[in-house]
């Protein structure tokens, strides 16, 4: 037999009220969890502490409230059981929500305002829609609707780069004002971050719709040398470069570290329902490095000769990039708009998934804020 309502009651509120007050609370929670799961929720680490602090003494008190009920003469609000495990399970959705928040936030960094992105590519794409403003829809094939995803990808894209280069680290390498053990760390996090390109190229080559294939492929046979003119490899270029930096003694650890962050990537809690989600935060990652490599390959380069006197010859990953990449970009803003169509994505799921790759700036943290090493000393550090 059920129990009687009496047993849900752990207030003075009438049941009615009660009741309503609980669906309300659970429909909340029922469509909270859907978007967050769609990815449709940018994680922010200051929501995430403040859920947690609040989430923790809710969690506490709840368990408390049990607890003091197991006493022998407790009142009746203590012994009330069921509503007693509600606020428990919903003490547990706030902790998990602020753990969410916290641990996907990434680092902190300083973000310049989107404003400025999108009004630059709003120049090429005049219905990129004002910030918070009505999307404006355009139809596509099949009777679909969707927003311009390409042009609110390249206003991110924009975003980044400019933060990127306008920050104080970039710049104080592009004058020469870095420290030798800047250069050095900017390169091993190089190395380390483009080691493994092959594999995450053949990934998106294993998801691209019939459209996108072909380029994908020819990217994946440049990035191992089979269509470049040179015949040489893109990993042997990076290679080359850390040996020309002083790097040689640190480079089989760098790419043991570049293992383990694929194998991390591979291995992490997905944070989408289905692999066509995951497809595209990969895209839009792998295709933001070719958008800055693009904009930003030759001021490294020029960087790298004038104040740290690297032959050029160890530094043609740079020239390659800021060639090869130009077309690669601009291809890659298009296959993004072909999977999101291909794939069935609607624009507010495409630009939930965008948002949260992109809500840390790539470059910053794969540049800059990775620790690897650039002595044999400590290399696990």
């Not at 295709?287 to 690297?310: D, K, P, W």
Request: overall charge negative; charged content about 20%; hydrophobic content about 40%.
């Amino acid at each position: 037999m059920a129990p009687g309502f009496e047993s849900f009651q752990g207030s003075g509120l009438p049941y009615w009220a009660l009741l309503s007050a609980q669906a309300l609370i659970l429909t909340f929670v029922t469509g909270h969890s859907w978007r967050v799961q769609r990815g449709m929720v940018e994680p922010r680490r200051d929501r995430g502490r403040v859920l947690l602090w609040l989430g923790g003494i809710y969690l506490a008190g709840s368990v408390g409230r049990i607890a003091v009920g197991l006493v022998p003469g407790a009142s009746g609000w203590f012994r009330a059981w069921i509503p007693g495990t509600f606020h428990v399970v919903l003490a547990g959705y706030v902790v998990t929500l602020g753990a969410y928040h916290l641990r996907l936030s990434g680092p902190a960094t300083c973000r310049l305002p989107i404003q400025r992105g999108v009004a630059m590519a709003r120049q090429f794409h005049p219905s990129l829609p004002e910030k918070g403003g009505p999307t404006r829809w355009r139809t596509v094939g099949h009777g679909r609707t969707m927003g311009d995803v390409r042009a609110l990808v390249e206003a991110m894209f924009i975003e980044q780069v400019e933060e990127f280069t306008t920050c104080g680290r970039f710049r104080r390498l592009e004058s020469g004002e870095a420290s030798p053990e800047d250069y050095h760390r900017f390169v091993a996090n190089l190395v380390r971050t483009h080691s493994r390109s092959p594999q995450l190229i053949a990934f998106l080559y294993s998801l691209a719709p019939p459209d996108a294939a072909e380029d994908f492929l020819h990217n994946l046979l440049e990035e191992l040398g089979v269509e470049d003119d040179s015949g040489e490899s893109h990993p042997g270029m990076l290679q080359d470069l850390a040996a020309a930096a002083g790097l040689s003694p640190v480079l089989a650890v760098l790419e043991r570290l570049a293992t383990e962050d694929l194998r991390d990537i591979v291995t992490a809690p997905l944070m989408y329902g289905t692999l066509k989600e995951v497809g595209l935060a990969a895209m839009c990652e792998i295709v933001a490095f070719e958008f800055m490599l693009s904009r930003c390959s030759s001021r490294i380069e020029r960087a790298l000769v004038t104040h740290q006197g690297l032959p050029p010859d160890a530094l043609r990953w740079f020239r390659h990039h800021s060639e090869v990449d130009i077309a690669h970009a601009e291809q890659g803003l298009e296959h993004i708009d072909t999977y999101v169509r291909y794939y069935g994505l609607t624009h507010d799921e495409a630009r939930g998934i965008v948002e949260v790759t992109l809500r840390e700036n790539v470059f910053v943290t794969r540049y800059f804020d990775q620790a690897s090493p650039v002595t044999p000393r400590n290399p696990d550090r």
